[in-house]
C-alpha cells in the first residue's frame, strides 16, 4: 500500500511537465490512468530505443516518465469517448492535464463542466503561462517548451560562462520543476480537501516555476539593482565555490566556510593563504587570485586523489559522467536506477528511481509505462479491447 493508494488520478497530459508530475503520484500509490488522444502521447514515438524502433512500442523517453500508469485511448470529439470520460471523472480523486488554455473547454470539458459531475474533483493543469481563472495575462493560449520557460524566466541569462552565450540548464527543469511543484500542489489540494469536502483548482506555470527556481537572482536585482547575469560555476557571493580542472577531469570545491577554508589551505599545503585571506569578505574579495592558487594545485591531481585528500574535510566530488553514476554503488544502493521491461526489444532497460524516501510507504516504481489502450477493458468494462497499434 503506497501513501496515495487510495486516489485514483486521470492524466490527460502528454510529452514531459504532466507525465512527470503524475508518474511522482504512481510511485506513491495512486492509480493513474492515462488518458491519451487518438494515436497516443506525442512523445511516445521519441528515440532512443533499445534494439529496433519498429519492433518497440515506444522509446526511452515516454517510458522514463510514464511508468507505473494504465493507459485508455479516448477521442473526446467522439460523444460516447466523451460520455466514458466523464464517467471516469465521477469516479476520480484527481485530473491533470498540460493542454493550451482553453483546449478542454472546447470539448465541454473544462473544470466548471466535471466540477458539476464531481464537486470534490481536484482539477490540476500545467501550461506554459497559467491559467486564466488564477491570474489572466496576454500570453496565456501561446505554446511553450522548457527552451522557452528557461529563457523567459532567467535561468539562461545566468547559466555558462562570462564570455558566452546563455545557456540552457541540460536537464529539462522548466518541465521537471514545474511538474513537482504542481504535484505538490495537488497534494495540498487533496489534504484540504480531507478537512472541507471541498474540491479546487490546481495551476502550476513554467515562467512562474522558473522565477521561483531563480530565487537568488530575483534577490541579487531587489537589493543591489544590478541584474544578475553568467558567472560560469562559480557563486556570486560564496567562494570557493566553484569547478576546478584536474590532470583527468573536473573536481567541484565548496569551502566557503572559514573551517573549511582552513582544511583546504592545509590540503594545499599553503597556511600562508589561511592566514592572509581569514574572513569570507576577504576571500570573495580576492576571489581571482585565490582561484587561480586553487586551480594551480588542482591541476597536477587527479580527480580521486584531490578528492580523497579533501573528503570528510571540505565538501568536494568529482563531476560524474553517467557512466560513472550507473557504477556509484550509492545510487544502486538508494535505488535511483530502476529496471523496467521495453516492450518488443526483449530486454530491461534502466531509469531514474524516484528520490522520495519514506519509512512506512516507501514509493515504488510499478512496472514498465503501459502499451496505447492497454488497460480499456479492465477499466471502462468493455468486453473488446481495441489493437494498441489503432
Known sequence: MGALSNLRVL????VLAGPYCTMLLADMGADVVKIERPGGDLIRSNPP?????????YGGYFQSVNRGKRSVELDF???????????????ADVVVENYRAGTMAKYDLGYETLKEHNPALVYSSIRGFGDPRTGETDRQGQPSFDLVAQALGGVMEITGHPDGPPTKVGPGIGDLFTATLNC????????????????QYVDTGMYDAMISLTERAVYQHSYTGEPPTRRGNAHPTLFPYDAFETADGYAVIAAFGTAHWHALCEAMDRPDLAAAYATAADRLESRDHLREEIAAWAEDLETDDLVGTLEGEVPAAPVQSTAEIFADPHVREREMLVAVDQPGANRTVEIAG?????????????GR????????AEILGEGVERPADD
Open 369 to 376: 509505462a503501459p502499451l496505447l489502450d492497454e488497460h480499456r
Open 77 to 91: 470529439g467522439d460523444d460516447a469517448d466523451r460520455e466514458a470520460f466523464l464517467s471516469l471523472v465521477s469516479e
Open 184 to 199: 505538490i500542489g495537488i497534494l495540498a489540494a487533496i489534504n484540504h480537501r480531507e478537512h472541507t469536502g471541498e474540491g
Open 49 to 57: 530505443f533499445a534494439a529496433d524502433a519498429d519492433d518497440e512500442a
Open 11 to 14: 492524466d490527460l497530459t502528454q
Open 354 to 366: 524516484n528520490p522520495i524516501k519514506m519509512t512506512e510507504t516507501p514509493p515504488e516504481p510499478r
